[in-house]
C-alpha cells in the first residue's frame, strides 16, 4: 500500500531524513514514534504529499507521487488520502455534516452523494444528533471525530494523522483511539499515525521508530538483540 524507498529531506543544512526505507501493508494501523526532531511529521508529510523528498521515492496504492505534478498532486491527494491532525481545523461557519462535505465537493460529487455518506459517518460516530452543530457547539472529542469523518469522506486508501488524540483528556482519547482501529475494520482504510502517546502506540499493528531522521530498532527489539 504504501511504499518508501531511500527519502532523504534537507531544509538548507540541516538533514531531516536520512534515508528511510519503509513498506506499510493495507489495512495495518501504524504508529510512528520518536523524540522532537526525529523526523516524524517531516515523512508523515512526504507521504501525504504536503512535501517532497530531495530524492528517494514514494508510492501510495500504487501510484509514484514524486513523478506527479502539483495539479496531479491536488486531485492525488483529495481522492486518496485523509488528514486527521492534532487540532481539528473544522472551518467554523459550518456545521459537522457541512464540514465533512466538503472534500466531497471538492472531489466533484454531487450533493446527495455527499450528504449520504456523510450522514453514513455521521452515524458511525455516533454524531447524528450534532449534524446540524456548529464546531463551536461541539465538544473536543466530538470535533476530532467530525474531522476523523472529513478525512474518510471519499474513501481514501490512507488515513495519516499526525497527534491525533494530542488535545483530548483521558476519556476521549481512549474513544479516539479505538474508533481508527473500528473504522478499518469496517472500512479497510490504512492508518499511520505520528504521535507521542505510549498508550496508542502500544495498541497498533506495528510502531515504528524513529531518531535523527533514521529508522530505529524499537528499544525491546535492541534488548533482546
Do not use: C, W
Not at 452515524?123 to 447524528?128: A, D, H, I, P, S
Not at 474531522?147 to 499526525?162: G, K, S, Y
Amino acid at each position: 500500500m504504501i511504499e518508501i524507498n531511500n527519502i532523504t529531506k534537507s531544509f538548507g543544512s540541516l538533514q531531516v531524513l536520512k534515508g528511510i526505507d519503509l513498506n506499510i501493508d493495507k489495512g495495518e494501523v501504524v504508529s510512528i514514534v520518536g523524540p522532537s526532531g526525529a523526523g516524524k511529521t517531516t515523512l508523515l508529510q512526504i507521504i501525504g504529499t504536503l512535501d517532497a523528498p530531495n530524492s528517494g521515492t514514494v508510492r501510495v496504492d500504487g501510484i509514484d507521487t514524486t513523478t506527479l505534478s502539483q495539479n496531479k498532486l491536488s486531485d492525488f491527494r483529495n481522492q486518496h488520502l485523509g488528514f486527521v491532525f492534532q487540532f481539528h481545523q473544522l472551518l467554523p461557519e459550518f456545521t459537522a455534516i457541512e464540514n465533512i462535505m466538503i472534500p466531497a465537493y471538492i472531489a466533484g460529487r454531487s450533493n446527495k452523494e455527499a450528504k449520504a455518506r456523510a450522514e453514513e459517518l455521521l452515524q458511525f460516530m455516533g454524531l447524528t444528533n450534532r449534524a446540524h452543530h456548529k464546531p463551536a457547539e461541539l465538544s473536543g472529542g466530538e470535533k476530532q471525530r467530525v474531522a476523523v469523518a472529513r478525512a474518510l469522506v471519499n474513501n481514501p486508501a490512507v488515513i495519516l494523522a499526525d497527534e491525533p488524540s494530542g488535545s483530548l483528556d483521558t476519556k476521549n482519547k481512549q474513544e479516539l483511539h479505538q474508533l481508527f482501529f473500528d473504522l478499518r475494520d469496517k472500512f479497510g482504510q490504512t492508518f499511520v499515525i505520528v504521535t507521542h502517546d505510549e498508550e496508542l502506540a502500544t495498541l497498533t499493528d506495528r510502531t515504528i521508530h524513529m531518531r535523527d531522521g533514521l529508522l530505529v530498532e524499537s528499544p525491546a527489539t535492541n534488548l533482546e538483540g
